[in-house]
T-cell receptor
Framework: GAGVSQSPSNKVTEKGKDVELRCDPI?????LYWYRQSLGQGLEFLIY????????KSGLPSDRFSAERTGGSVSTLTIQRTQQEDSAVYLC????????????FGSGTRLTVV | RKEVEQDPGPFNVPEGATVAFNCTYS??????FFWYRQDCRKEPKLLMS???SGNEDGRFTAQLNRASQYISLLIRDSKLSDSATYLC???????????FGPGTRLSVLP
């Protein structure tokens, strides 16, 4: 597609439930990143994919968080047993490989855990 | 030391003013630098890359000082539409992902 597409745009879930967030990157972008941004805060790196592999999972805040990417394209971020502190905007970005390319972000998924 | 630090802000300036944002980073090996802008409740958008020799894009000028590990963004003739948070972005210490600074908020006032 023309841009990075994320779904859903908004998600309200009850504490303890699992959620799945989806990211569809720009066609041809092999690098894919997940960040999250809490209200009024900066961007927190979660995980990075190059193709289908995730060489850097260091940012995942706990083992309740996992992510996968299939076919070098769509990625899913899963949060199990959601907690209120998981409430944030989850942003996906994609880019061509290599350091010289900036990211293009999707419009994010606003997750609210009640 | 945090990987990327920025002026805390906020900056409130009148239309037409010149404003400068500063950013320092800890990864001396970083090769890539960017400025992003983020409007309220929107995703960050790439404003400009920062090149070693400095670069200009219209009213915006970016500078890089590798020795001091310092990046700057200068906005001339500020417009109301420049009001946003400006994020300094640097390749992270592990060379895999970009690290975003906390951002500096700019409000251009009529």
């Amino acid at each position: 597609g023309a841009g990075v597409s994320q779904s859903p745009s908004n998600k309200v879930t009850e504490k303890g439930k699992d959620v799945e967030l989806r990211c569809d990157p720009i066609s041809g972008h092999t690098a894919l990143y997940w960040y999250r941004q809490s209200l009024g805060q900066g961007l927190e790196f979660l995980i990075y994919f190059q193709g289908n592999s995730a060489p850097d999972k260091s940012g995942l805040p706990s083992d309740r968080f996992s992510a996968e990417r299939t076919g070098g394209s769509v990625s899913t971020l899963t949060i199990q047993r959601t907690q209120q502190e998981d409430s944030a905007v989850y942003l996906c970005a994609s880019s061509f490989p290599g350091q010289g390319y900036g990211y293009t972000f999707g419009s994010g998924t606003r997750l609210t855990v009640v | 030391r945090k990987e990327v630090e920025q002026d805390p802000g906020p900056f409130n300036v009148p239309e037409g003013a010149t404003v400068a944002f500063n950013c320092t980073y800890s990864n001396s090996a970083s090769q890539s630098f960017f400025w992003y802008r983020q409007d309220c409740r929107k995703e960050p958008k790439l404003l400009m890359s920062v090149y070693s020799s400095g670069n200009e894009d219209g009213r915006f000028t970016a500078q890089l000082n590798r020795a001091s590990q310092y990046i700057s963004l200068l906005i001339r003739d500020s417009k109301l539409s420049d009001s946003a948070t400006y994020l300094c972005v640097v390749m992270g210490n592990y060379g895999q992902n970009f690290v975003f600074g906390p951002g500096t908020r700019l409000s251009v006032l009529p």
